[in-house]
């Protein structure tokens, strides 16, 4: 690696079998009740978060068909839904296609169309932007989360 001292250029031998999912799931099997996400003075627990992600998982693949290798755009703002949605998707066996809510309609339409996302994973206050799309976009879905932060 240019511009690097030699000491500093160790070799990484990455485990292989292990993905961010695989992670969260031994770390929730590891400390279950210990907070793993803390948000404007609420605490999720890794126990919450695993049970949350499963779920929306499950949602995705039994209720919106999603499959293996299919990209899921997630617009949501900075917040554990955020985390949730991102891991889920991961979980499906899906690819995150992550869209900022500071974008315009516009541009959001353009990056969901040409990733090829057939799903969209919004906020309620961000559902407007996604309204008229069946017919411009393959079986957008929009599945608003409520979960309870606490």
């Known amino acids: 690696m240019k511009?690097?001292?030699?000491?500093?250029?160790?070799?990484?031998?990455?485990?292989?079998?292990?993905?961010?999912?695989f992670d969260l799931?031994?770390?929730?099997?590891?400390?279950?009740?210990?907070?793993?996400?803390?948000?404007?003075?609420?605490?999720?627990?890794?126990?919450?978060?695993?049970e949350q992600v499963r779920h929306l998982a499950s949602h995705l693949k039994l209720r919106?068909?999603?499959?293996?290798?299919?990209?899921?755009?997630?617009?949501?703002?900075?917040?554990?839904h955020y985390i949730i949605a991102y891991y889920a998707v991961l979980l499906a066996g899906g690819i995150v296609v992550?869209?900022?809510?500071?974008?315009r309609a516009d541009e959001v339409a353009v990056i969901v169309r040409n990733s090829g996302a057939?799903?969209?994973?919004?906020?309620?206050?961000?559902?407007?932007?996604?309204?008229?799309?069946?017919?411009r976009i393959a079986a957008c879905h929009c599945c608003p989360l409520r979960f309870d932060v606490a």
């Open 98 to 103: 992550p869209l900022n809510p500071m974008y």
């Open 64 to 80: 919106l068909g999603m499959r293996v290798g299919d990209r899921v755009s997630i617009d949501l703002q900075n917040s554990p």
């Open 3 to 21: 511009g690097f001292p030699v000491e500093s250029q160790t070799k990484v031998s990455p485990d292989l079998d292990r993905s961010l999912v």
């Open 118 to 135: 057939n799903i969209v994973i919004a906020a309620e206050d961000l559902l407007d932007r996604f309204t008229g799309w069946e017919g």
């Open 25 to 50: 799931a031994e770390q929730a099997r590891l400390h279950g009740s210990s907070p793993a996400i803390f948000y404007y003075g609420a605490e999720i627990s890794y126990d919450a978060l695993w």
